[in-house]
């Protein structure tokens, strides 16, 4: 190593230390040029893809006709939040390649955030959906409802809650 100090890769305050706080995110996200949002985001879309493409392939088996009326619902809903789930996520690149290059990129992570914590929620939702039905199909609509919601509830507290609280207790921390 020749001694020289690494790139800075989170935002620090004018202590040395990381900052935190929208004003720590903010600096973060527009010091590597929105490029952690956007691995972000790209692994998140990977996988709502491969959901949207599973689910496109349903419709045209020869058991889903077999469903009820409502757990057909259940699948409109769902494919759906999932597609536009996917417009969310992808409407941050869309975004960049038109305003690239215009001295944006504040506005452009703003939005960018904005459409990726939209688009998580809309999976979310997909998710739910998605559970709901299956478990509907293999056993009854009240086991469904229960195991439907354990799951929810499991991404409500893993992908909201524990961050959230998180920021909360940051916050605290600066009082």
């Known amino acids: ?8 890769t989170v935002a620090e305050n004018p202590a040395g230390e990381p900052a935190t706080g929208e004003a720590g995110v903010g600096v973060l996200i527009v010091a590597d040029g929105g490029t952690g949002l956007t691995t972000r985001v790209r692994v998140v879309l990977t996988g ?4 949207f493409a599973f689910m496109l392939t349903l419709p045209f088996t020869d058991r889903f006709h077999d469903l009820t009326s409502t757990q057909q619902l259940m699948y409109a809903v769902a494919f759906t939040v999932t597609a536009t789930a996917s417009v969310l996520l992808m409407a941050p ?3 960049h390649r038109i305003r690239f ?5 504040e506005r452009m992570l703003r939005w960018a955030n904005r459409f990726a914590i939209a688009g998580v929620c809309l999976l979310a939702v997909a998710i739910g959906t998605i559970v709901l039905l299956v478990i509907d199909v293999l056993y009854e609509l009240r086991v469904a409802a229960i195991v439907a919601g354990a799951v ?18 940051d916050d605290r921390s600066d009082v």
């Open 101 to 105: 290059r215009q001295r944006d990129k």
């Open 93 to 95: 690149t869309a975004y």
């Open 1 to 8: 190593m020749n001694g020289a100090r690494p790139p800075v």
């Open 152 to 169: 929810t509830g499991l991404i409500a507290w893993a992908w909201f809650a524990l961050p959230l609280s998180r920021q909360v207790g």
């Open 48 to 51: 709502v893809q491969v959901l």
